[in-house]
């Protein structure tokens, strides 16, 4: 599914919202096994005394990090396209405010997906100021940047600020920032809660 899905991006053109939620979950498949098999390696890396197992462990887990990054090199790729693409589209003020909003949308979650699989390889890299660690942050807040129309309530932005909780939390070890984020969030969202019509409190 995932080299389908590349093959498609390689099209070129925009991506409809089945076809990027087609994208994430064919990576996501990919990549959540390998990540599960490492925080399961790391694990037992850590309960193990026997040199000889350890030795047999460092190799095995050197060789599941070669494939978390290669995946994530992967995605990366297509994304900078994607990215390019949708903030080309976005940028453009010839479209009705529905379309605007949905290629907003777009450019939103691709940078969202950028920064989650940056987060991937950060947990590897296991350093909290890391170069793979900005660059996470980096698109974290570029996505922020990038929806400044979408509501508190958007799933989208919901979505955007749980993973980047989950960065600020796993990577940066920062509860502090995590707390800020999530009140901020939380708040904005209440805010918005009479505005919604009943098809949005369904998604």
């Known amino acids: 599914m995932a080299a389908f899905m590349k093959e498609v991006c390689d099209m070129g053109g925009m991506l409809q919202q089945e076809e990027r939620n087609l994208l994430s979950v064919a990576y996501k498949n990919v990549i959540g096994p390998l990540r599960r098999a490492l925080r399961i390696t790391n694990s037992v890396q850590q309960k193990t005394a026997d040199e000889r197992k350890l030795k047999t462990i460092a190799e095995y887990k050197k060789g599941l990090e070669g494939k978390i ?26 479209y009705d405010r529905e379309t605007a909003e949905k290629l907003e949308e777009s450019h939103v979650f691709f940078l969202k997906m950028q920064g989650d699989y940056y987060r991937y390889e950060a947990e590897i890299e296991e350093k909290i100021n890391g170069p793979v660690a900005d660059k996470a942050l980096n698109s974290y807040n570029s996505a922020i940047d990038a929806g400044p129309t979408l509501k508190p309530t958007h799933p989208m932005r919901l979505g955007l600020a749980l993973n ?4 600020y939390y796993e ?16 708040n904005g969202a209440i805010a918005e809660l009479d505005t919604l019509n009943e098809d949005s409190y369904n998604l």
């Open 69 to 94: 990054k290669q995946v994530c090199d992967e995605v990366q790729e297509i994304l900078i396209q994607l990215i390019k693409g949708a903030k080309v589209e976005a940028d453009k003020s010839a």
């Open 164 to 167: 980047f909780l989950t960065f």
């Open 171 to 186: 990577i940066m070890n920062n509860p502090e920032k995590v707390c800020e984020l999530a009140i901020n969030a939380f």
